[in-house]
């Protein structure tokens, strides 16, 4: 992998768990993610049209466009009625192996090929992040609900992954992201009105630091996505990419501890170290 690639991908990496960890705080998770997709939606237009880039230009590439849009609401839903059932420390290494969900789809279908130097680093660093998120005496299977949302949420990894890597043969990365998350907006505030009596929707009293806990998180997220798709532009593989945004795990851990409990030091070394080997294997053969 590319020295230039590899280093965007691990700062996108280290900031992403920052968004997440002020997402996590959000006192209503619906209306969290709602406005997490109405800030990078407003981010790309206004990067869209600061580049000049050509916003009419997805039109050309509309079904990965829809393919992209499909996998994030499969990646979006799951993850927040995950949050919403307090299931997502057991269930957050299942999402987070995507690279897995890709490299079975890409060589079986789209005609990838890996060598075994990257493939033995991406399962190094699949595995290391499920060992560092692991928690001990999970039983899956005693809640098939969840776990089927926790591999609905990998799948859509996977899936808007791709697309996003095909879509940036043809398109910037500011246009990919206009167009999904202004598809994504309707999604989510439907998502968010469901159930709830229109009189009765309670939405928080906006202060600044409340209006600053809604804004900052997207600010961080499209920074964070926009470097990806910047990684996939410049000719990142799509697996070998999300491998090594797996570093977001070890940061994750340190930043409060939300997936694991205190604790089982030894295996969080080991862990650790597997997963960053798993990393510096990917970017030195791939």
């Known amino acids: 992998m590319d020295l230039v690639i590899a280093a965007m991908v691990v700062t996108s990496a280290i900031i992403h768990p920052f968004?997440?960890?002020l997402?996590?705080?959000?006192?209503d998770p619906q209306l969290g993610y709602l406005c997490?997709?109405?800030v990078l939606a407003l981010c790309a237009l206004v990067h869209a049209l600061a580049a000049g880039s050509d916003i009419l230009a997805a039109t050309a590439v509309l079904p990965l466009i829809m393919l992209s849009w499909g996998g994030q609401i499969f990646y979006g839903m799951c993850l927040t009625l995950t949050l919403s059932r307090g299931d997502l420390s057991a269930y957050y290494p299942i999402i987070r192996s995507s690279p897995v969900f890709i490299v079975v789809v890409g060589v079986s279908f789209l005609g990838y090929s890996y060598s075994w130097h990257v493939l033995a680093g991406i399962a190094m660093a699949v595995a290391g992040g499920f060992l560092l998120l692991y928690r001990r005496g999970t039983d899956y299977l005693s809640d098939p609900k969840t776990l089927g949302l926790s591999l609905l949420a990998m799948s859509g990894t996977g899936i808007y992954s791709i697309a996003d890597s095909q879509l940036m043969q043809t398109i910037t990365p500011e246009v990919q992201m206009l167009w999904v998350e202004m598809m994504l907006?309707?999604?989510?505030l439907g998502v968010f009105l469901h159930g709830r009596v229109p009189t009765?929707?309670?939405?928080?009293?906006?202060?600044v630091a409340r209006l600053t806990m809604f804004i900052v998180p997207g600010v961080l997220a499209y920074a964070s996505y926009y470097l990806i798709l910047l990684a996939f532009k410049l000719g990142g593989d799509v697996a070998?990419?999300?491998s090594v945004r797996q570093a977001s795990i070890p940061i994750s851990v340190l930043l409060g501890g939300?997936?694991?409990?205190?604790?089982?030091?030894?295996?969080?070394?080991f862990a650790s170290l597997l997963l960053a080997v798993g990393i510096v294997v990917i970017i030195v053969t791939g």
């Open 23 to 27: 997402q996590k705080k959000q006192s």
């Open 200 to 207: 009765r929707i309670s939405v928080p009293r906006l202060t």
């Open 185 to 188: 907006i309707p999604v989510y």
């Open 240 to 242: 070998a990419v999300t």
């Open 36 to 38: 997490l997709t109405v």
């Open 258 to 269: 939300f997936f694991l409990r205190e604790g089982a030091i030894l295996r969080r070394l």
């Open 19 to 21: 968004w997440n960890l």
